[in-house]
């Protein structure tokens, strides 16, 4: 017997959302990639570890580079938005390798989700306080409104972003069948 064929047996004879071992189906929790397919995994594919620690290392280093520039230009409100992103994107894209290796782990999934959903959030509110200083800066007599006005807005845009995608995600993780989601 070839190679193709076996490996064709092999996943031929594997539980997946088409059939298979009704036990594993019904709690894709006991599944392992030996004994079941990627269909009933949280991802359709194995995310990459090289590839999710690379993200994990930038991140990494960018931490300690914002605090010690946000301590050294006292940017407070900067540098707070800057670390939270940068802590939860590093969280999410560890959970990301976690997720390499545990597909059928539903808890890692919506880990995955949130912080990686939420990081970016973060990162641009302290951009938009950013925004403001260079308002009030270089020119504030040509700004339509106050450079404050410019991080109230954007900040209050993007919290009520996340309030619906915390409803959107709630939603759809106590949802029971596909038609829910």
Same mark, same amino acid.
């Given at each position: 017997?070839?190679?193709?064929? *076996?490996?064709? @047996? ?7 959302i088409h ?5 594993? +189906?019904?709690? !894709? ?10 269909? @009933?995994?949280?991802?359709? /594919?194995?995310? =990459?570890?090289?590839?999710n ?15 010690f520039?946000? %301590?050294? /230009? ?5 540098m ?5 992103g940068? $802590? ?6 560890? $959970?990301? %390798? @976690?997720?390499? /290796? =545990? ?6 999934? %919506?880990?995955?989700? +949130?912080?990686?959903?939420? *990081? ?11 925004l403001?200083? +260079?308002?009030?800066?270089?020119a504030? &007599?040509?700004?339509r409104?106050? !450079?404050r ?7 209050? #845009?993007?919290? %009520? #972003?996340? $309030?619906l &995608?915390? *409803? ?9 069948? &596909?038609?829910?989601?």
């Open positions: 017997m070839s190679n193709a064929t *076996a490996l064709s @047996l092999e996943t031929s004879n594997r539980t997946s059939g298979g071992n009704v036990t594993l +189906i019904l709690n !894709p929790e006991l599944c392992t990639l030996q004994t079941c397919d990627l269909s @009933l995994g949280q991802l359709e /594919y194995l995310p =990459s570890v090289w590839g620690a690379v993200f994990v290392g930038v991140f990494g280093i960018l931490l300690p580079l914002h605090i520039l946000g %301590i050294k /230009y006292k940017t407070w409100g900067f707070a938005g800057l670390i939270l940068t $802590v939860l994107e590093t969280v999410g894209y560890v $959970v990301r %390798i @976690l997720l390499h /290796y =545990s597909i059928f782990d539903k808890d890692y999934f %919506i880990l995955y989700l +949130i912080f990686l959903t939420i *990081a970016p959030a973060f990162i641009s509110a302290g951009i938009y306080i950013c403001s200083r +260079i308002v009030m800066l270089y504030p &007599q040509l700004s409104f106050k !450079p006005t410019y991080t109230i807005c954007f900040c209050t #845009s993007d919290f %009520i #972003s996340l $309030v &995608q915390a *409803a959107g995600g709630a939603i759809a993780s106590v949802a029971t069948t &596909q038609d829910d989601v």
